[in-house]
T-cell receptor, first 113, second 113 residues
């Protein structure tokens, strides 16, 4: 079993729709849960992170963590064409920079105008 | 503030050739790492460094060497290129606390023929 599993998609939704992106993980010691966004032919960039279980909202984006089921989600409200990208989840044991992150394979999302 | 700079952006190598992928950051980050990204495999850690003079292996180190003589630079050497090393390579850096995430370069697309 991979340490982090993510549906690779691709996922296409119409503009304005609510998008749900999901990951599962196997290591119950993970405490920090990050989402990276990667535009085509660019490097990933941190979108948002959460600590432990619960929800965190940032504008149109909501990250949700359920540690009991080892399930993490990213919701995008009022999706825009500019949200078209690959989204990678990255759970982590700590928030230290020397942490060797394990990334999900990424979900490729396309928002159709 | 340039962030993380990778050169070259594109490279074609013949099997057996060697080359160095360059990575430089100007943020005084302690932690630097190299990932390769392949379809369906996500980002996989090749080598990483927690500071000048300190390097260690990641998940897929075979066929690659690194060194970290300065805080700013972290070159990745391919010793004898193989078609299996065809990939997109990303360099990333982070301060000691990674709450703002890793900063990735824009990648090097390498094809080995």
């Amino acid at each position: 079993q991979k340490e982090v599993e993510q549906d690779p998609g691709p996922l296409s939704v119409p503009e304005g729709a609510i998008v749900s992106l999901n990951c599962t993980y196997s290591n119950s010691a993970f405490q920090y849960f990050m989402w990276y966004r990667q535009y085509s032919r660019k490097g990933p960039e941190l979108l948002m992170y959460t600590y432990s279980s619960g929800n965190k909202e940032d504008g149109r984006f909501t990250a949700q963590v359920d540690k009991s089921s080892k399930y993490i989600s990213l919701f995008i409200r009022d999706s825009q064409p500019s949200d078209s990208a690959t989204y990678l989840c990255a759970p982590s044991l700590s928030n230290f920079g020397n942490e060797k992150l394990t990334f999900g394979t990424g979900t490729r999302l396309t928002i159709i105008p | 503030n340039a962030g993380v700079t990778q050169t070259p952006k594109f490279q074609v190598l013949k099997t057996g050739q060697s080359m160095t992928l360059q990575c430089a950051q100007d943020m005084n980050h302690e932690y630097m790492s190299w990932y390769r990204q392949d379809p369906g495999m996500g980002l996989r850690l090749i080598h990483y460094s927690v500071g000048a003079g300190i390097t260690d292996q990641g998940e897929v180190p075979n066929g690659y060497n690194v060194s970290r003589s300065t805080t700013e630079d972290f070159p990745l050497r391919l010793l004898s290129a193989a078609p299996s090393q065809t990939s997109v390579y990303f360099c990333a850096s982070s301060p000691r606390t990674a709450l703002y995430g890793y900063t990735f370069g824009s990648g090097t697309r390498l094809t080995v023929v």
